[in-house]
């Protein structure tokens, strides 16, 4: 594991969410404190507010791409198929490593539904499978995106 990747997975096991853990790590490198990386990155965890869509881990990820290269001006097409291209990028390598994208996918489970969000937490999968998509997303943004991202 890669030092940032594991300040990730440490700080999703503090008690942050996926979401959190994968935009915080990389926004501090771009200027954006810690605390209001939080704040922004937030309602993205459990699937988007627990209701198992899209990975926190990847939310979080398509934060940091657009730090990196969204468009700042209206007319900016170039940043904004950058961006894009980026995404694609890194959702054909988080699915080719983790089969999925989808929250309720990946865990078996539906966040949504109390129940199923028991049996998720029964079976240990925010400490065992969650940290492990922290880290396939850092480490695929760090490859993608280079040294000091």
Same mark, same amino acid.
């Given at each position: 594991?890669? &030092?940032?990747?594991?300040?990730?997975?440490?700080?999703?096991?503090? /008690? !942050?969410?996926?979401?959190? *853990?994968? @935009?915080?790590? !990389?926004?501090?490198?771009? +200027?954006?404190?810690?605390?209001? *990386?939080?704040?922004?990155?937030?309602?993205?965890?459990? /699937?988007?507010?627990?209701?198992? %869509?899209? #990975?926190? *881990?990847? =939310?979080?990820? @398509?934060? $940091?791409?657009?730090?990196?290269? /969204?468009? =700042?001006?209206?007319?900016? &097409?170039?940043?904004?198929?950058? =961006?894009?291209?980026?995404?694609?990028?890194?959702?054909?390598? @988080?699915?080719? *490593?983790? +089969?999925?994208?989808? #929250?309720?996918?990946? %865990?078996? !489970?539906?966040?949504? $539904?109390?129940?199923?969000?028991?049996?998720?937490?029964?079976?240990?999968? @925010?400490?065992?499978?969650?940290?492990r998509l922290v880290k396939d997303a850092v480490e695929i943004l760090e490859e993608m995106l280079g040294a000091g991202c």
């Amino acid at each position: 594991m890669s &030092e940032l990747s594991n300040k990730a997975v440490a700080r999703f096991q503090e /008690g !942050f969410s996926c979401s959190q *853990a994968v @935009f915080s790590v !990389f926004a501090e490198k771009h +200027g954006l404190d810690r605390e209001t *990386a939080l704040r922004i990155s937030g309602a993205f965890g459990g /699937g988007m507010a627990r209701m198992g %869509l899209v #990975c926190g *881990a990847v =939310t979080g990820a @398509f934060m $940091v791409i657009g730090l990196k290269y /969204g468009k =700042t001006e209206a007319k900016d &097409e170039e940043a904004k198929e950058k =961006t894009y291209q980026q995404v694609k990028n890194f959702v054909e390598r @988080f699915r080719a *490593a983790n +089969g999925s994208m989808i #929250c309720k996918e990946l %865990l078996g !489970f539906d966040l949504s $539904v109390p129940k199923e969000a028991a049996q998720a937490k029964e079976k240990g999968l @925010f400490k065992n499978l969650c940290p492990r998509l922290v880290k396939d997303a850092v480490e695929i943004l760090e490859e993608m995106l280079g040294a000091g991202c």
